[in-house]
């Protein structure tokens, strides 16, 4: 990779600004042997909870028309087995890791965060805010200033590694959502994690997922979290790390007018582990065909009027 696609986002050396992103590219270590990690940006790996998760009854996918619904429910091995046994291997593999952080209360996030700060490769910590808040009558975090800026405080109180908040899309407005995250301290936002969706069996009349709802997200996707994206980066000064529908080179392009800094890829790594990979790849060629000689000069540079 071309020295004109290096950045860095809250002080993280990042290669190249394509990330795999949470819940589709494993722990990291089951794609060492189907992509070469080292040409990848970074992986943010599945989110992490206190205790070891079962996840939700199958099915757990469904393919709709340039997307897919999942709800896997958060299926993990727990954050002291992924230090344990995950994080060694995949500690030097090439990419930035970013662990993804879960819980359903505040002190869940910050037990997970304080395990994390004891392990040695962690470049910073994801937090996935989509979370019921079961202490708080159900309310999810992502939906509640008030609730986002607790918990982000209070992860930024044990972190000493930086802190992205990774925010929902299923809110009216994204814009105070970003500023309760960058004034309780966050070093950077990221976005859209998936939309809330139903699928039906006319047939059967039942939902096509196990838990009913779940999470729409792929291409289908893209038009609307470009928007919350370009939206966000200019509500906030914190790096903005944007996703949703990628899958080339030029929607991840698209993303970095729109003001992100970075991206991530989710769904894309379902049909090919090997997309971010190819998606720097092609994006390193748009900069060359652009002349630009960095990928910072594409940043923000939307010409909206
Ligand atoms: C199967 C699956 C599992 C996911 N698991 C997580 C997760 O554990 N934590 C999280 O923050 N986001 C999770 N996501 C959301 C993705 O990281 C991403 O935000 C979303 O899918 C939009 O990007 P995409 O359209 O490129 O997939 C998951 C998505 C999928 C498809």
Redo the contacts with the bound molecule.
């Keep these: 990779m071309s020295s004109r696609s290096a950045v860095s986002v809250c002080g993280i050396a990042l290669s190249n600004p394509v990330i795999a992103?949470?819940?589709?590219y494993g722990y990291g270590v089951e794609f060492k042997r189907l992509a070469d990690l080292g040409e990848i940006g970074g992986i943010?790996v599945?989110?992490l909870s206190r205790e070891p998760m079962d996840g939700n009854p199958a099915p757990r996918?469904y393919e709709t028309s340039s997307g897919?619904i999942?709800s896997?429910g958060?299926q993990n091995i727990g954050v002291r087995a992924f230090a344990a046994e995950k994080l060694p291997e995949l500690r030097g593999a090439g990419p930035a890791i970013f662990a993804?952080v879960?819980g359903y209360a505040v002190d869940d996030y910050t037990e997970v965060v304080r395990v994390l700060e004891d392990a040695e490769g962690v470049a910073a910590y994801?937090l996935?805010v989509?979370c019921p808040n079961t202490k708080h009558g159900g309310i999810y975090f992502s939906t509640d200033c008030a609730l986002l800026s607790e918990l982000v405080a209070a992860v930024r109180r044990v972190a000493k590694r930086p802190v992205i908040v990774?925010l929902s899309p299923n809110v009216a407005r994204i814009e105070p959502f970003a500023c309760a995250a960058e004034d309780a301290g966050a070093d950077a936002i990221s976005l859209?994690?998936?939309f809330v969706a139903l699928a039906i069996d006319a047939e059967t009349r039942r939902p096509r997922i196990g838990a009913g709802f779940g999470?729409l997200?792929?291409p289908a996707?893209k038009p609307i979290?470009l928007r919350m994206v370009y939206e966000a980066a200019r509500a906030v000064k914190i790096p903005v790390i944007g996703?949703?529908?990628?899958a080339n080179g030029i929607d991840a392009a698209e993303f970095l007018i729109a003001g992100a800094s970075a991206v991530?890829?989710?769904?894309?790594n379902f049909w090919d582990p090997e997309s971010p990979v190819r998606i720097a790849r092609e994006l390193d060629r748009f900069l060359e065909r652009q002349k630009l000689a960095s990928v910072r000069d594409l940043v923000g540079t939307l010409k909206m009027n």
């Design positions: 992103a949470s819940g589709t943010v599945k989110g996918l897919m999942n896997v958060l993804n879960f994801e996935n989509s990774k859209v994690n998936t999470g997200s792929g996707i979290a996703m949703g529908g990628i991530e890829v989710g769904t894309a």
